[in-house]
């Protein structure tokens, strides 16, 4: 559920190696074992059984169930390098910003975490939603007792009006999801203007007050998915302060806004209107958070390890352990106990400019020779991510496990020299491009090198840090291979396989780094999104995805980790579905 | 003096001027388009234009800067059909406070940063090169020389960390740096100034000890010295009243050019140690590519820069009566 | 009996420097009256300043050794503390600098550098003082002083800030008056100025004066004594009239020559001393420190370093003095 914009900025750190982590003991060789192993209890992927799954009517109705040892009060500070960007909700996408969203604002649908384990269920609505008309009508019920901040009702119209307003142009920065299914245009303010003018949407009815009926333009059997962004959550049209709304959001959700000093500090305290019999995805153990914004990532860390006072109950959401203390982190047993180490659902890799190398048995030589575990090495070894195989990561659904080359992490000359040898060119020539910062520099040698052992050759290209985006990412650019990463904003392979692969969308700066444009490809990712069953569609999606890699449209890299720091006074602190450490279970001890 | 005054503001005002067109055309030639970075994933080129025209992007950078200047002595209006009244400098394109306001906002806390720490350089600075030059050749002046030389070595960055780290998260014996506003508790404002003040003291005096001793020596040896020293003047009427008197000018000028660039925000000072002053917003502001608060930062430094000169100069008619009288 | 005041006897200055000792005063000894000037000729580096400057114990103690001995109306000054000689500074005894555009502060008026002077040795508030300071520059000749008072050094014309140095010296009255080249920065007609207003002062307040010059037509006129200095030592001594009008010393005569005379033959060419003075660093070689320059040098004055004796009715350091007809008579008095 990262967007594209956290994508860059995560990117952008990974680029300048800020979330580099030095080597300390942590097997990786099963992506399934070492995932969670810090806090000691992350999602159950890597099994037969989905990273997340529907959860029913039941699970959808009543309290989230307690967590053991866990009580209410006390004050949690979250420390982190820049203020939230946006706190309206049609404007959140990006996993901070949706962190301080899922305390203000609550959505149809929600993830519940229980022992380890996410589901998606019902937030507002009385379930993740019924599907008619194959998966184009979605309907969904509220549940009594919904209340805003001042205590009046939250209602279907509210949920619409909250929809529409992310059509409106000035609030830029959200998802397009609905939007875009809802109109089927992805010129969609154009279709409908948003709610200010004072138009209605058709596309949604709301029949009475606890009802809302979505109808799409075309199938989309993960919806309930998409329901669950905090960009879709209810707005009453009254208290709608249009560019204000930014700054201080109208609750729905256990936190109002206190103060919010932008760029300094934001206080939230509890939505005593809030029920939380009516929400089972929402603890909101703690009485009141403290955000703190504009400390270094170091000294954040310091701070953390330190727990001094009122640190005892301080937490990050993102903030990676820092390289310089990730060893001292690790080797002490007392701070790697407080410390968030788990797989997320973010994926990177190596993109092959399949325009420029068309031969796939040069993109599978190049698969073959590439030093994955000297690179990952110079960015901080296991602590860094898993290796990988696949675009999927074991967060997401219809993740499985797969090699279809058996290439060593160590890379295989002699096996990539011979595929050479039955291509075209056995000494192809490489451009590597790559961001001009110390970390990629090393690498792009340890890189050069692997390859030319291969029988490449190597021309190293470095790109000034801030534009390695757009160039890289430019339709024509003149490189064969570069850095990319993705992550999916739900849990869904719909929202990987989709946006990375369909050469239809290719774009500057787009998601398709690989400028990959099979037809038969996009013809069968039309085909999968229109398919109403969602464990179907999964089933069909991973089909693909094996038919996608033997293409070798990239170099699968690793699954990032998120290594992040809490204080000692806190339980219930693990990774969210977002990819960063999640709020709603948060407890001080 | 009104003329001095008249020249100098005006010729401030260019520089301003100049100053702030380069930045726009910096920006522009290095930043790729603002308009991405509020697009989102799905960025069709529909809501690319939409977003472009809202944070005012849409038109030819001389065009665009024509509108800020325009928005800075008559105001402007946004897309989204906000108004900004002058003196505008617009709107954060990331989150779209307005940039005065903000830069208010964040102005007490680099003014608390800079007088406090300012205060303090010129006391450390000055005693140490005071006690340095009177003592010269003696264990006093080596070892007043050799800190200040320890002092300049440091980076701040380097020794806030390690003295926060020590001072605050081991020892304990100094509060968390913060900045709480002077008007709402004026103990909590000093306590939390303390470790910035003493850092950009540590850091910025010794250039003012070696300063101090060398002009300080410069003017014990001056003939008048030697004339007071001849009217049976005592030692301290000697050192301070005269000799200093002479070593003030060049020291007080250095130290208009520090407090100059102390008020457009001390960058690093404020980062390590998260006060939210000018400095910071240009870091963050700069990281985000955040166009029009970038520019109030940059306007505030210089300003505060070309101020600092102006001030210089009358503080200079001030303490040399050659240049009052002339 | 006279009315000596200031006696100084066998005076030697010492320094240390970063290349060795030098002597920069050696042997050095004179008497002076009160209401008498005395004035010190000689190079720049003879040790002439050095000598005023260790009269008034503003040399640096902790580079420089003082033997001998300096009395002040009986007072011993060499090893006197610094507290005592700072109370005799400005009031018992003064100085007047040479160039008083370095010697006055340009940050304070001149009323307020004559007065803190007053002030110092007098305790007089700041109101008396002022009026003091301003009955001073009158006397020294500044029209309308209450308001000159208020001027600072860099407003006043160079004779005019020459006579506020010189009311500076004279604000508590000193009996003695070290003038250190006063006028040589000065045009002739200011010079002259300057030479009579120390004169009438003198008479006036009978203040004892020593003239430190290196322009032996200042000496003329306005000394009762001369002293003649070369490379520390003292080469000759005696009245004015004297060792203006018959030198004995070679160097003496010398710089005689080289200063042009009113009355003198126009078509007789000034012929400076040739050479340069002796460094002193390192000690000086056996023998007379002139005799590289000495037109009259024999091989005697390479080993022999001659002593101050009298002749001619005064003091002169040569072997060879010009008046003498006979060496071998100098031969005998020197033994």
């Given at each position: 559920m990262l967007s594209k914009r956290t994508a860059r900025v995560l990117a952008t750190l990974l680029v300048a190696g800020s979330l580099t982590v030095t080597a300390a003991g942590c097997s990786s060789n099963s992506a399934g074992k070492s995932a969670g192993s810090g806090s000691g209890s992350g999602p159950g992927f890597g099994q037969q059984q989905e990273a997340v799954a529907i959860g029913t009517a039941a699970q959808s109705s009543g309290a989230d169930p307690a967590i053991p040892g866990a009580k209410s009060g006390g004050t949690v500070t979250e420390l982190q390098r820049a203020d939230f960007s946006h706190l309206d909700p049609a404007r959140v996408y990006s996993s901070t910003n949706q962190m301080a969203d899922l305390l203000l604002t609550r959505q149809l649908t929600s993830y519940q975490w229980v022992d380890g384990k996410n589901t998606l269920v019902g937030d507002l609505a009385t379930d993740t939603g019924r599907s008619s008309d194959g998966a184009k009508t979605w309907t969904y019920t509220l549940k009594d007792g919904l209340k805003y901040e001042d205590g009046s009702p939250i209602t279907a119209q509210d949920v619409k009006y909250g929809i529409e307003r992310t059509f409106q142009a000035e609030l830029s920065g959200g998802p397009q999801y609905l939007q875009m299914w809802l109109t089927g245009s992805s010129d969609f303010s154009k279709v409908y203007p948003g709610p200010w003018g004072g138009q209605d949407l058709p596309a949604i009815e709301t029949p009475d007050a606890k009802t809302i009926v979505f109808h799409l333009k075309s199938p989309h059997a993960d919806f309930p998915f998409a329901a669950a962004m905090q960009s879709y959550s209810p707005v009453p049209k009254a208290k709608d302060t249009h560019a204000a709304f930014d700054q201080h959001p109208f609750s729905s959700g256990p936190y109002k806004v206190l103060s919010h000093d932008a760029g300094k500090s934001l206080e939230l305290v509890r939505n005593t209107y809030w029920d939380p019999t009516t929400d089972p995805t929402r603890h909101a153990y703690p009485d009141k958070w403290n955000f703190e914004f504009g400390g270094q990532n170091l000294d954040i860390d310091q701070r953390l390890i330190a727990a001094k006072g009122e640190d005892a109950d301080a937490m990050a959401f993102r903030t990676q352990v820092t390289p310089d203390l990730a060893e001292q982190v690790m080797s002490d047993p007392s701070l790697k106990s407080r410390t968030v180490d788990s797989v997320n659902p973010f994926t990177e890799y190596f993109s092959i400019n399949n325009k420029r190398v068309t031969d796939v048995k040069e993109r599978q030589a190049l698969l073959m020779a590439f030093p994955k575990e000297q690179v990952r090495k110079i960015f901080g070894g296991p602590l860094y991510g898993d290796f990988s195989t696949t675009f999927l990561s074991p967060q997401v659904n219809g993740y499985h496990k797969f090699d279809l080359f058996g290439a060593p992490n160590t890379g295989d000359p002699a096996a990539a020299k011979k595929l050479l040898a039955t291509s075209a060119n056995p000494h192809p020539t490489i451009v590597y491009a790559y961001a001009n910062t110390d970390q990629w520099q090393q690498a792009a040698v340890v890189i050069s090198n692997a390859l030319t052992a291969a029988g490449f050759n190597v021309v190293k290209h470095p790109i000034s840090d801030q534009n390695y985006y757009d160039e890289m990412g430019a339709v024509d650019n003149p490189f064969d291979l570069y850095w990319a990463g993705w992550g999916p904003d739900?849990?869904?392979p719909t929202s990987v396989i989709a946006p990375i692969f369909d050469g239809r969308g290719i774009a500057p700066a787009g998601a398709d780094t690989m400028l990959f444009n099979d037809p038969q490809v996009n013809s069968e990712i039309d085909r999968i999104s229109a398919e109403p069953d969602l464990d179907q569609q999964n089933k069909d999606w991973s089909k693909l995805e094996e038919k996608i890699m033997a293409e070798v449209p990239a170099i699968p890299w690793v699954y990032s980790r998120l290594v992040v720091m809490y204080g000692p006074g806190l339980g219930g602190v693990h990774l969210g579905m977002i990819g960063t450490v999640y709020p709603l279970d948060v407890y001080v001890k | 003096m009104l003329r001095f005054l008249t020249r100098r503001l005006l010729g401030a005002a260019l520089i301003l001027l100049v100053i702030s067109a380069a930045t726009f055309l910096l920006f522009f030639a290095v930043t790729p388009d603002p308009a991405l970075l509020s697009?989102?994933?799905?960025?069709?080129p529909e809501t690319l234009a939409a977003i472009q025209h809202n944070l005012g992007v849409d038109s030819p950078v001389p065009v665009q800067y024509w509108h800020f200047l325009v928005g800075v002595f008559a105001g402007r209006d946004f897309g989204a059909g906000q108004h900004c009244p002058a003196p505008c400098l617009g709107y954060s394109f990331v989150n779209q406070q307005p940039v005065l306001q903000t830069l208010l906002d964040r102005l007490p806390a680099t003014l608390s940063v800079a007088f406090g720490a300012g205060a303090l350089v010129l006391t450390m600075g000055v005693g140490l090169g005071l006690i340095a030059a009177l003592r010269r050749g003696k264990p006093l002046d080596k070892a007043s020389m050799g800190l200040a030389l320890i002092g300049a070595s440091f980076q701040i960055y380097f020794f806030g960390i390690i003295a926060r780290y020590v001072l605050v998260d081991q020892l304990g014996w100094l509060p968390r740096p913060d900045y709480t506003p002077l008007t709402s508790d004026p103990l909590q404002w000093a306590g939390g100034m303390i470790l910035p003040w003493v850092t950009l003291a540590v850091v910025n005096a010794a250039t003012y000890a070696r300063f101090t001793r060398s002009t300080m020596l410069e003017n014990l040896s001056e003939e008048y010295v030697r004339a007071v020293r001849a009217k049976g003047l005592s030692a301290r009427a000697v050192y301070l009243k005269h000799a200093f008197r002479g070593a003030m000018t060049p020291v007080l000028t250095m130290f208009g050019i520090d407090m100059g660039m102390f008020l457009g925000g001390a960058l690093i000072t404020e980062t390590t140690f998260n006060i939210p002053g000018i400095g910071r917003l240009a870091v963050d502001s700069v990281a985000a590519q955040d166009l029009p608060m970038m520019m109030g930062t940059v306007l505030v430094a210089s300003t505060a820069m070309v101020f600092a000169s102006i001030a210089v100069d009358a503080c200079y008619a001030l303490i040399d009566p050659r240049v009052r009288t002339s | 009996m006279t009315d000596t005041f200031l006696t100084v006897t066998d005076l030697g200055v010492r320094f240390r420097t970063e290349d060795g000792p030098v002597q920069a005063v050696d042997g050095l000894s004179f008497e002076l009256e009160r209401g008498r000037t005395l004035a010190i000729v000689g190079e720049s580096g003879s040790g002439k300043s050095v000598t005023s400057l260790a009269v008034l114990g503003l040399h640096d103690p902790a580079r420089t050794t003082l033997t001998g001995s300096i009395k002040l109306d009986g007072q011993e000054?060499?090893?006197?503390d610094e507290g005592t000689l700072r109370g005799l500074r400005g009031s018992r005894m003064a100085m007047v600098f040479q160039d008083a555009l370095t010697a006055l502060s340009p940050y304070y008026t001149v009323g307020e550098q004559i007065a803190e002077s007053f002030r110092r040795h007098t305790g007089a508030n700041r109101r008396a003082a002022k009026d003091r300071a301003v009955e001073l520059l009158g006397r020294v000749g500044i029209p309308s002083p209450a308001r000159r008072a208020e001027d600072y050094p860099h407003q006043f014309s160079g004779g005019m800030r020459q006579r506020a140095m010189i009311a500076c010296a004279l604000v508590c009255d000193p009996e003695l008056l070290i003038a250190d080249e006063?006028?040589?920065?000065?045009?002739v007609t200011v010079q002259a100025q300057i030479l009579d207003l120390l004169g009438d002062l003198q008479r006036e307040f009978g203040t004892a004066i020593i003239l430190i010059t290196h322009d032996l037509g200042v000496v003329a006129g306005n000394a009762n004594d001369a002293l003649v200095m070369y490379a520390g030592r003292c080469v000759e001594q005696g009245s004015v009239e004297q060792v203006l009008t018959e030198p004995q010393h070679p160097y003496t005569a010398g710089l005689l020559s080289s200063v042009p005379r009113l009355h003198g033959d126009v078509d007789v060419p000034l012929t400076p001393v040739r050479g340069n003075p002796p460094a002193l660093l390192g000690g000086l070689p056996p023998g007379c420190a002139f005799r590289p320059r000495c037109d009259h040098a024999q091989d005697r004055c390479s080993e022999d370093r001659p002593q101050l004796v009298g002749v001619g009715g005064r003091l002169a350091a040569c072997h060879f003095p010009l008046l003498a007809s006979d060496p071998t008579d100098q031969l005998e008095t020197s033994r």
């Open positions: 739900w849990p869904s | 697009c989102g994933k799905q960025c069709t | 000054l060499v090893g006197a006063p006028t040589t920065a000065l045009d």
